[in-house]
Every structure is written in C-alpha cells, then in structure tokens.
C-alpha cells in the first residue's frame, strides 16, 4: 500500500495548497518511517508468507508503530507540532494524513495490526487482508494513485499560463512518475 499511501497525499495536497508538499508525502508515510528502527532493532518484524510472493507477501509485526492506540498518538503527536508551525487546519490535514495510513493498512493488511502497543493484553489483531487478493489490491491501489495524480496535476494547472503553466506541467509530470515508480514498488513486493 506504499504508493496508495503517496497516492492519497497526492490528493490531499491537491485540496490543501498551503500544507507543504513534503509534509504531507512525510505524514503519509509516518507509521512506516517510526518503523524502520524498530525493525532495525529488531522490535518489530516482518514474516513471509509461505506460499505468498510479491504483493502483500508477508506480515508485518508492527506492534508499537501500527497498533490502534500506537497510531493514534503519532498522529496527535504530528497534528500538534504541524499546528505550531502551520496553523490548525494544517494541523489537522497532517493528523488526518497521519492516521489515513493506519486506515489504509486495516484494509488491506492480514491480521497483524494490534489495537494496543505491544499486543498487549493479546487482544485480536485487526486486518481485512486485502493483500490475499493481489489483483483487486493493485486495482485499489491504482485507483488512489490515479485519483491522486489527476486532482494534483488539475490543482496545479488550474488558472496557471506560460512560464508557471510549464513549470506546473514538469510538477504534475513529476508526481506522475513517482507515483508510478512507488506503485511498481508494491507491484514488485519492494514496498
């Protein structure tokens, strides 16, 4: 779900002009970058799925960064300090951004996602497990990324003529082509 994460941002930003770009990319991607050292610590992992390659190919034991209530304080923690620098709707679009991830993740993600951190109490884990189904995933993942880049390239060409039309050409074209490169990513099983 990496590029349906960028590709809901991308939308995001499209109605937002005034939340920076990269903190919106950054929000989206949040719970992932609070992962990355505790799976280097080795506190959370990831598993394969025997069977299972590519798209959605393992489980991800992101106890603390993907639990409910794990997701919820980084999501305040992010709506706060984009409140202070940005005002309170901007805080508020990062917060939502933020926790977007957790939500995208519950539909798509086995059941691996605890509602405590840790798993504490072992409570049931949460997951619609979407990525069982490779084909409708990548259709839904297409269609967020798709969605995202229409409305960013149409909020940028909008009321824009010559110098600042190209340059808003070579910013939709650019999001275009990342948004593609993060979806073959999923495709591929590198995301």
Do not use: C
């Not at 805080?91 to 059941?111: C, E, K, N, P, T």
Request: glycine letters at 14%; a neutral charge.
């Amino acid at each position: 779900m990496f590029a349906g994460h960028f590709g809901l941002a991308a939308t995001v930003k499209a109605k937002t002009p005034e939340v920076p770009l990269w903190a919106i990319m950054l929000g989206t991607q949040l719970l992932d970058v609070a992962f990355v050292p505790l799976f280097l610590s080795g506190v959370e992992t990831i598993e394969p799925v025997e069977g299972s390659q590519g798209y959605g190919g393992s489980v991800i034991h992101a106890d603390y960064t993907h639990s409910l209530v794990g997701a919820l304080l980084i999501t305040l923690l992010a709506g706060l300090l984009a409140s202070r620098f940005w005002g309170k709707r901007s805080g508020f679009v990062i917060g939502s951004v933020v926790f977007s991830h957790w939500l995208l993740d519950l539909i798509v993600h086995r059941m691996d996602l605890p509602l405590l951190p840790g798993n504490l109490g072992n409570l049931p884990l949460l997951g619609f497990g979407l990525w069982q189904f490779p084909g409708v995933s990548m259709v839904l993942e297409l269609v967020l990324v798709g969605a995202g880049f229409l409305l960013y390239a149409r909020s940028l060409l909008k009321n824009t003529h010559g110098k600042t039309k190209s340059w808003a050409l070579t910013a939709s074209g650019a999001m275009g082509v990342l948004l593609l490169l993060s979806l073959l990513t999923d495709v591929f099983g590198v995301g």
